[in-house]
């Protein structure tokens, strides 16, 4: 019976190609499915007659199984306009109408042209609804891992951008943290410390953590643990920027950090300097060097 | 069997790791450090592991070992040039090496141990 459907399905979609696009370029215009010109109307007509050729030649060679080879040309096609939907930010209904709205199209042909039998036509009917449905899913599983990869890769931007090393001065390397510390940030901002020491060959290192909004014991550990093996390539480390209240909260949990800290990144660059056997000192200024001659 | 050879630097001793560390290799060092120290009469150890690219927690614990033997031996033991991914397998395997000092290359390293060796207080730490 199954196969019926699918012949006329196929025949209805042979014979009356252009109206069907017709119908279903009309269908997704009144749906709004354009976005204000987001897709251009003549691309949307491209992909919608892309669609229904493979379609065509999917229903006429293989069978109602949606995940087979025969519908590989079919969910490519899907998966590559979902994704791309995805990036241009479209809704998920957007996205989804695409094929939604393919749907009473093909109804409509179906009741106007079939002179078929009735039990025909419901046939017809259900094998459309079946196949609609499935790739109607498949679209939104496609978008949905778009969307998934998209966060995946901001995560890492923002894992990357938010643990910048910056030279303070020759030997002296600063780290300032922002956001809360987890093992996995952690991990990247110790490669990234790491990195730096042996390129710079910076013996100091300062780790900011004035944007850590809050430090916990296992905060604590993951700073020690960095602490620890910039120590074991030979660089030594100041912690700097604890708040007032961070601190209040070190001591109520008993969080002990065995390294030199200082409140503020400046007292810290202070220390780091005295170190290296460098000072700053306040130059006088003579009125004839500023530049700006006097009358 | 292969060793690792010592070089003598002054009154202090440098040793480079330049092969992949095995296990019976590790202890042949750690038995002949100990004994050219006690011939030689070294204030210093230098151990350069910049070449070092595999570490293991056996590894780990010979470079602490070793810190210690010297320490009683009344020596400092600097280990220098290790890698970032070394030190933080290290870290990881909880492995912080409490007594060894820290430099970054060679020359650092035999500056800390000239600073080291020429202050008496300071062996003590």
Redesign the interface.
């Known amino acids: 019976m199954a196969a019926i459907g699918r012949q006329v399905t196929s025949t209805l979609l042979e014979r009356h190609e252009s109206e069907i696009l017709g119908e279903w370029l009309q269908r997704l215009r009144s749906e709004g499915a354009s976005q204000n010109g987001r897709i251009p109307e003549s691309e949307l007509k491209a992909q919608c007659k892309e669609f229904l050729q493979q379609l065509r030649t999917a229903i006429a060679t293989g069978d109602n199984d949606v995940n087979g080879p025969a519908y590989a040309g079919v969910r490519d096609l899907l998966a590559n306009i979902s994704s791309s939907r995805a990036t241009q930010g479209f809704s998920p209904r957007e996205t989804a109408l695409f094929i939604f709205s393919l749907k009473q199209p093909l109804f409509d042909m179906l009741q106007r042209h079939g002179k078929l039998d009735e039990k025909v036509v419901l046939e017809a009917n259900w094998t459309i609804g079946l196949l609609m449905d499935s790739l109607g899913l498949f679209t939104m599983e496609a978008f949905q891992k778009t969307r998934e990869e998209l966060i995946v890769r901001q995560q890492q931007e923002i894992a990357e951008l938010s643990t910048p090393v910056i030279k303070l001065w020759d030997g002296i390397l600063a780290l300032p943290l922002i956001g809360t510390l987890d093992s996995q940030r952690t991990q990247v901002v110790m490669e990234s410390l790491l990195e730096s020491i042996v390129s710079q060959g910076a013996a100091m290192a300062i780790i900011d953590i004035t944007g850590v909004p809050t430090v916990d014991t296992l905060t604590a550990q993951h700073l020690l643990k960095t602490i620890a093996a910039a120590r074991l390539m030979g660089a030594d480390c100041i912690i700097s920027g604890i708040r007032p209240q961070i601190a209040q909260t070190m001591v109520h949990l008993g969080v002990e950090l065995t390294v030199v800290s200082k409140a503020t990144l400046a007292d810290a660059f202070a220390v780091a300097l005295a170190r290296q056997g460098r000072t700053v000192s306040k130059i006088k200024v003579q009125p004839a060097q500023a530049g700006m001659p006097r009358d | 069997m292969d060793r690792i050879p010592i070089l003598k630097l002054g009154d202090a001793l440098l040793v480079t790791i330049q092969v992949d560390m095995h296990d019976q290799l590790a202890t042949a060092l750690e038995e002949d450090l100990t004994n050219r120290i006690v011939q030689v009469g070294a204030r210093g150890v230098l151990i350069d592991i910049s070449a070092l690219e595999i570490v293991d927690s056996f590894m780990g614990r010979m470079l602490d070992n070793i810190a210690a033997v010297s320490r009683i031996l009344d020596a400092v033991t600097v ?6 991914a ?3 397998t ?3 395997l909880g492995l ?2 409490a007594g060894v000092k ?4 060679v020359e ?2 035999m500056a800390l141990l000239g600073r080291n060796t020429r202050t008496t207080e300071d062996d003590g730490d």
């Open positions: 280990v220098v040039g290790m890698r970032p070394v030190a933080i290290l870290v990881e912080s090496l820290t430099a970054l290359d650092r390293g």
